[in-house]
């Protein structure tokens, strides 16, 4: 089981703000991408949360931006599970500069697991909890 997800990228020219960096909204996007192919390489792709009727909504999305990406650079994205409680789990971000691996950015999401017709939290399953290792701040990248 692989504890940090490592999601690597070239950044597209079509997500290049006015300011010639990437838009900041991206990165939520990437957020999203990252979380979803690292669930995935645990086990629990979206269609397997579907067909159990469950799924994650997000809560809060937090982020603090260091440094901007520019087209054409190499970004990788580490993710991990920081913590699981009863009905919520906090995933983290950290955004790399792969050529120099400058930090470009630092995030989080608050995930609420819930019924998918419904939208009403659930409590997590052990199956799900164990299938992701939780990171500890002291073992955080």
Request: aromatic letters at 12%.
């Amino acid at each position: 089981m692989a504890a940090i997800g490592s999601f690597e990228l070239v950044v597209p020219a079509t997500v290049i703000d006015a300011n010639g960096h990437v838009n900041n909204v991206q990165y939520v996007q990437w957020m999203q991408d990252a979380a979803i192919a690292h669930s995935t390489e645990l086990g629990w792709s979206q269609e397997r949360y579907a067909s159990q009727g469950r799924t994650w909504i997000i809560r809060n999305h937090t982020i603090e931006y260091f440094h901007s990406a520019y087209a054409g650079e190499t970004i990788t994205i580490l993710t991990w599970v920081s913590t699981f409680e009863k009905i919520r789990s906090l995933r983290k971000f950290k955004f790399y500069r792969g050529s120099t691996n400058t930090v470009l950015a630092t995030a989080a999401t608050l995930f609420i697991f819930c019924d998918l017709q419904t939208g009403k939290p659930l409590s997590i399953p052990k199956e799900v909890q164990q299938a992701y290792a939780v990171v500890a701040p002291e073992d955080e990248p």
